[in-house]
């Protein structure tokens, strides 16, 4: 079965850089979400998407911004990259606003060095 | 707001045998969902188990099951036949079912690193 796909699963900017970060969600899937987990913390909440438009935000910085597009894609913008935005994003992917199991994604390991 | 407790940082089990996991919520709702995710040292977050609040019965998976404790706001995971396999961060979450109050997203706990001794 297919599951939520996330691209790229390393990157190493430098501080003050830009990344983008992409997310392909389970077919049919209709709701996104954006986690960071840093290294041995427990995944905190981003950001989420829910039929293109914003539902839900967390703890995402200013720096960072994020969309779904028409074919429920998503993707994580990060700018002016601080060594503290090293971690592991995970996107995750869900049929409904709620009420159903959030499905992760492998994660992109993102270095700033 | 929505917390999730593990009191176990680290716990470890003998090959086979059996384990159980802590995990304490505090909510003000009545109706939510509970999960154990499993993080391998791959760090795919991978769903071991869900719960709905609203049902009364434990859920099982295999050798994975939950003893639910609505009144007391606990959900514990056992493990059972404990295999290699298993070793791994588990992390206990909740998540509401009411859009109002984040529904979107998971409330994760601090998790529980499990070895499995062979």
């Known amino acids: 079965a297919a599951g939520v796909i996330q691209s790229p699963r390393h990157l190493i900017k430098e501080k003050r850089e830009t990344a983008t970060l992409k997310c392909y969600p389970i077919p049919r899937h209709d709701t996104v979400y954006w986690y960071q987990q840093g290294p041995g913390q427990d995944p905190q909440f981003l950001i989420s998407?829910?039929?293109?438009?914003?539902?839900d935000k967390g703890s995402i910085p200013d720096r960072f911004s994020a969309q779904q597009f028409s074919d429920y894609h998503s993707e994580l913008n990060m700018s002016s990259l601080e060594l503290g935005d090293s971690a592991l994003y995970f996107c995750a992917s869900s049929l409904a606003r709620g009420g159903e199991k959030l499905f992760f994604g492998s994660g992109t390991q993102l270095s700033v060095l | 707001a929505q917390t999730v407790t593990q009191s176990q940082p680290e716990m470890s089990v003998q090959e086979a045998e059996t384990v159980t996991l802590s995990c304490t919520y505090d909510?003000?709702?009545?109706?939510?969902?509970l999960f154990w995710y499993k993080q391998p040292p791959s760090r795919q977050m991978i769903l071991v188990i869900r719960q709905e609040a609203y049902k009364q019965q434990n859920a099982t998976e295999n050798r994975f099951s939950v003893n639910f404790q609505k009144a007391a706001k606990s959900f514990s995971l056992k493990i059972s036949d404990s295999q290699l396999g298993d070793a791994a961060m588990y992390f206990c979450?909740?998540?509401?079912?009411?859009?109002?109050?984040?529904?979107?997203?998971?409330?994760f706990g601090t998790g529980t690193r499990l070895t499995v001794i062979p």
């Open positions: 998407f829910y039929e293109k438009m914003q539902s």
């Open positions: 979450a909740y998540r509401s079912i009411y859009a109002e109050t984040g529904a979107n997203n998971l409330f």
């Open positions: 909510t003000s709702e009545s109706d939510y969902y």
